[in-house]
């Protein structure tokens, strides 16, 4: 049988090993010819090339490229394709739709991730399933993910990752790791090889790392090693195994800036959604895990908190639009930090799935005089009336818009802090985390 692996891009991380390995062993008996196409060259295309596979790039620029799914169906007939084995949502959507150019070609879909699709994937994989042939899932939980994705479950089969334990065999008596990176000789030594992703995980293992200090009495050592995006992140985190403190309605008051520096009235959205296209919207921390706004470049922390921006992030907020395309950029700080994140529809909407919840609030009365202490301390005129009416409004509306309302989820812990000052607001909210998490 004549195979030809799809790959977007041939570098070398995780599923381009899954696809070196499949080449290596499935073709060791002839059964399978193997051949292979790419679109952004890399390690793999050498590695391939050194087998003997033909190869052959291939542009793909997005999952619905016409002029890809027509190269791509010539090349199969030229190389007498008989399945196309794709790893990705673009190739598998380029494949289905070299389909049907070429009736010979026949698909399958190796999917893995465990990640929910957009609304707007999940219809297009609806629409797109009558022409998938067959779906690999990596794992149970992911088959049930590309179920709830829009695909056919009676199309998909789960086949476990393997190991390819020849790589790892040998003699490891003469090991360098302890010496080069001085590690005692009593010292357990644990090894997470991987790419420095979000999906890879990495702060999950490292909060798992500070909870078996607390537990465990033997002395251990975890050396992660990779490159990848996350790397300088994830040695923060390692430096810290702190929390950083996201403030969600900083990023609603940069797009609020951005209307408001374009002209655009921010509760249209023909007006605002135009202007998410090319929104060079930024989130760091300093040194000391302060969180920093960036717009177009410019650090725009302070400005953001002028009155006008504020009264204007509320109707920002209330776009659909808006909200769809932030909510990814919001669960991406916490996949990629420990964070406490502050936001009104953090609990049900964001992150639903989050450890802790707690649905923190007061009077209005009792928030104006703390939003009216903050402006004058930072030298800005501060009307209590004015400052009243704004949070008044400002809860009628988030209360009422039709998209991710202001609600309590079902299960956080609410504290009302009407009548505690910040000192115990905190001993407060320390209390119920300990409880959420017992500690």
Known sequence: MKVLYLLNHAGKAGTERYVETLVRYLSADGRVKPYFAYNEPGLLVERMQAMSVPCRQIEMRSPYDLPAAKVLANLCREWGIELIHTHYLRENYIAMLAKGRNKAIRSVYTNHFVLANSSLNRL????????????????????EQLVKNGWSRDK???????VD??????????????????????????????????????AYLMRSLKRLTELSDI?????????????????????????LYVDTGA??????????EAGADPSDPEQVAPLLEDLDLRMDYGGDGVQRMYLSGRDVTETIRENEVSALASQVAALPAVREFLLDFQRKQA????????????????LPQAGVKIFLTAAPEARARRRTAELLQRGQDANFDEILREIRQR???????????????????LLDTTNLDLKGSLEALLTLVRERLSL
């Open 156 to 162: 998909i089969s789960v086949i476990f990752n393997a």
């Open 251 to 260: 990023i609603y008051r940069t797009v609020a800036l951005r209307a408001r």
């Open 124 to 143: 297009s994989n609806r629409l797109m399933d009558r022409r998938q042939d067959r779906m690999i899932a990596v794992c149970n939980l992911g088959r």
């Open 335 to 350: 996949r990629e930090h420990d964070v406490v994140m502050d936001g009104r529809d953090i609990g049900t909407v964001v």
């Open 395 to 413: 809860d009628e509306q988030d209360e009422n818009r039709p998209v991710a309302p202001l609600r309590q989820a079902e299960d956080a812990a």
């Open 219 to 243: 002395p251990f050592t975890m050396v992660l090693g990779g490159d990848g995006e996350l790397l300088e992140p994830t040695k923060a985190l390692a430096r810290e195994l702190g929390y």
């Open 165 to 202: 334990l020849d790589a790892w065999a040998g003699d490891r008596s003469d090991s360098t790791l302890r010496r080069e990176l001085g590690i005692p000789e009593d010292r357990f030594v644990m090894l997470c090889a991987s790419r420095f992703a979000h999906d890879k995980g990495h």
